[in-house]
C-alpha cells in the first residue's frame, strides 16, 4: 500500500456514476412502479452500494481502511436508462473516489442481477467519476513564483564546523519545490544577536518568507523565538499549532518546541526545530497551505 503517513486530514469528497441500460420501456416502468419479481430494485441496490462502499479496502488490495463520513445513491430515469449517482465524503488522508466507485458499480450490478429476469438485454455502461474534492485537487492555486525566502539554520556546532548541516539544506530544496526560486540560505550561532541581525538584513532586503532552523528547544542556548519575537507584528498562532499537532501524531516530544510564526510588517518568519526529521514534518505539515498567507494579507483570498 501507498504510505500515506506523512499525509494530513482533510475533507475529502467523491461522486461516481454508473448507467443501467435497458432495452425497453417496460423495464423501467416495472422497477418505478416496483413490480419487479425478484424485488424493490432500487432500495436493494441502495443497501448494496452502502455496504460495497464501506467495504472498498476489502476488495480492492491498494485501497486503505478509511472512516466514510457520509455516503448517498440517487437514481434517475432517463428513457430507457437508469442513471446511478454515488456521492461519498471523509475526512482523512486519503479520498474517497474509489470508494464513490466501487458504490456506484455494485449498485449497477445488483440492478442488472434482478432486471436480466425480465430483460435479456440489460447492460451497464460508463462507470466513472464525476467530481472530486479534498487534498491536492481541493488546494487553491498559489502564487510564489514572485516570492523570495531565505533559511538561516541557528547551530553553534554548524557554525564552528564540527557538524554538517542537513535542515536547513532540505529546507532549500522544499522552498524551491514549492515554486520559490529565490532562497538565500545562511547559518548562524545560536546568539540572540545574531538571530535578529538576519532578521533586520532580510526585512530590509525586502524579503518575503524567513524561515530559522533550530533553537526553538528547551537548553539555555535555544534561543530563536526569545529573539525573533520582538519583531512580530502580527503573529499567527495557528501555524505552529498545525505544526506541532502534526509532529505530536508521530513524535510525542513534539509538544516541547517553541517555534513561534508570523508576520514582521510584510515578512513571513517562521521558527522550526533542527533535527532534519522535525523539520521534514513541519514542511509536510505546512506547504503549501502557509503560503497562502500572502495572497490572504494583500486581500486577494479568504
Known sequence: M???TFKTFTLRKAIAAATIKTSDISTVEAVQNGTVPKGNVLEFARA??????KKTSDVIPDCHPLPVEYAAINYEMSGLDINIT???HTIYKTGVEVEAMHGASVAALVIYDMLKPIDKNVEISNIR???KQGGKS??????TENLTAAVVVCSDSVAQGLKND???KFLVESLKNQGIINVDYSVIPDEVSAIQQKVEFFKNKGCHLLVFTGGTGLSERDVTPEAVLPFITKEIPGIMETARNYGQD??????????????SDDMLILTFPGSHGAVKEYVQALFPQVLHVFSVKKGDGH
Request: charged share 20%; no cysteine.
Open 250 to 263: 508521530r513524535v510525542k516530544t513534539s509538544m516541547l518546541s517553541r517555534g513561534i510564526a508570523g508576520f
Open 48 to 53: 448494496s452500494a452502502l455496504l460495497a462502499i
Open 2 to 4: 501507498v504510505d500515506i
Open 166 to 168: 542537513t535542515s536547513g
Open 86 to 88: 454515488v456521492e461519498v
Open 129 to 131: 467519476l464525476l467530481e
Open 138 to 143: 481541493g488546494q487553491k492555486s498559489i502564487e
